[in-house]
């Protein structure tokens, strides 16, 4: 069994993995021995493990995970990867873009494939047919967007997202709500026609936290996957066991 660790910047989450099945999965404030060894002692098969983080946490709990590990892999722009990964700039490149484009590599082999994480940040990543990750853009979150109108003008509210929102706004609060969420539609509808253009039998796989803005809203067929970057990640670290 896999243990996969992605320590994000306010949150942990963990993922127990039997080859490519999740077994459990769970999230935690931070990364800490004692909900490792919970982890464990509830599943005493786990033998491998991969960690992705954009925060510090305590050495020892690394050193910890090598101990209890045949192998523990902590992800860096060196890591091997399963894909030919042709950004300029790798050592500033997120570990959750790597991830999901190769989860999606997992997904659909041997296609070019569109990927849209849609988190606090939007990415709209590209990785070809041939599994080349070519790159891609980020864009503004959706709470970025709201809070930006709220923080930059004196008068406009900070408003909430919501599922339902009008196509034009008849007040302020459905302006500001029509306009950042059916205006991040847009975009994405832009970006997806335009590389259909360029890319024949494109697969557009959608993730992150604010995927229920948009699943149903795009114009274009998609392929919706919650665990997209703990599947990518789990996919790096068996590619390291067998071949490294």
């Known amino acids: 069994m896999n243990l996969v660790i992605d320590q994000g910047n306010t949150v942990c989450k963990f993922a127990v993995f039997n080859d490519s099945e999740i077994i459990e999965r769970t999230t935690g404030q931070e990364l800490t021995e004692d909900l490792l060894a919970m982890l464990f002692a509830r599943h005493p098969e786990i033998t491998c493990g991969i960690l992705s983080s954009v925060s510090e946490y305590k050495p020892e709990v690394g050193e910890w995970l090598n101990t209890k590990l045949k192998t523990f892999i902590i992800l860096s722009p060196e890591t ?29 082999p041997g296609k070019n494939i569109l990927i849209i994480d849609a988190g606090t940040a939007i990415t709209i990543d590209l990785l070809t047919a041939k599994g080349e990750f070519y790159g891609g853009n980020i864009s503004p979150g959706l709470d ?5 109108l709220h923080e930059f003008t004196k008068k406009l509210p900070l408003i909430e997202k919501k599922e339902d929102f009008p196509i034009m706004g008849r007040s ?5 709500l029509a ?14 026609e335009n590389l259909k253009k360029q890319y024949s039998d494109l697969a557009i796989i959608l993730t992150g936290g604010d995927i229920n803005y948009f699943d149903k809203k795009l114009k274009n067929s998609i392929f919706v996957h919650l665990n997209l970057n703990i599947t990518g990640l789990n996919r790096i670290l068996e590619y390291n066991v067998k071949n490294y």
Request: proline share 4%.
């Open 80 to 108: 091997p990867l399963p894909i030919k990964n042709n950004y300029q700039t790798k050592s500033s490149l997120g570990y959750d873009r790597i991830a999901d484009a190769v989860g999606a590599f997992s997904l659909f």
């Open 172 to 176: 302020t609060e459905d302006a500001i």
């Open 179 to 192: 306009g950042v969420l059916n205006g991040a539609v847009f975009e994405l509808d832009g970006y997806i």
């Open 144 to 148: 970025l967007r709201f809070r930006a």
